[in-house]
C-alpha cells in the first residue's frame, strides 16, 4: 500500500478511518487487486472447439436415445419439476 494518514493533535479515531478508507478508494489499488484475483482467462481456440463438438455429440447421443425409447419425456425443452 502506497497510502499514509498522519492523525491530527484534536481528530477522532472514527475519523481517522474514515479519511484512511477515503484514501484507500481514491487510490484505487484495492479494487484493481480485487478483479485480477477473480479473473477468469478466456478460453483459447481450441479448448472452445473441443467444447462444441462435446456439446453437439452429447446432443446427438441423447436425441438417438429419445428415439430408441430410453426417456420417458421425450421433449427435451419441457422443465423439471
Known amino acids: 500500500l502506497n497510502v499514509s ?3 491530527n493533535q484534536s ?3 472514527s475519523s481517522v478511518l474514515r479519511r484512511f478508507t ?3 478508494q481514491e487510490w484505487g489499488g484495492l479494487n484493481k487487486s480485487r ?3 477473480y479473473a477468469e482467462r478466456s478460453l483459447s481456440y481450441y479448448k472452445m472447439k473441443k ?3 462435446k456439446k453437439i455429440r452429447n446432443n446427438e447421443t ?5 428415439k430408441m425409447g430410453k426417456y420417458f419425456n421425450a421433449n427435451p425443452t419441457a422443465k423439471k419439476r
Do not use: C, G, H
Open 22 to 24: 477515503k484514501k484507500i
Open 35 to 37: 478483479s485480477k484475483r
Open 51 to 53: 467444447e462444441a463438438l
Open 11 to 13: 481528530e477522532s479515531p
Open 5 to 7: 494518514i498522519n492523525k
Open 62 to 66: 441423447r436425441l438417438a436415445d429419445i
